[in-house]
């Protein structure tokens, strides 16, 4: 899980990693809510429900 803000080192058993860059690395698949220029560097990987970049 990917969430920089969050203080805690796991979350309901996942790790969390508060560096995207680290994220996307060791992710096979990244699934987002909402797009956010810090995931312009994920490439075919990103699955994001905004489909349309609005939201």
Known sequence: MHEPNLDEDDIF???VVKNIDAFAAE???VI???A???QAN???KLF???L???N
């Open 32 to 34: 987002a809510d909402r």
């Open 13 to 15: 058993g996942s790790k």
């Open 48 to 50: 994001k429900r905004d």
């Open 36 to 38: 956010a220029p810090e």
């Open 27 to 29: 992710s096979d698949v």
């Open 52 to 54: 349309f970049g609005s």
């Open 42 to 44: 994920i490439g075919d």
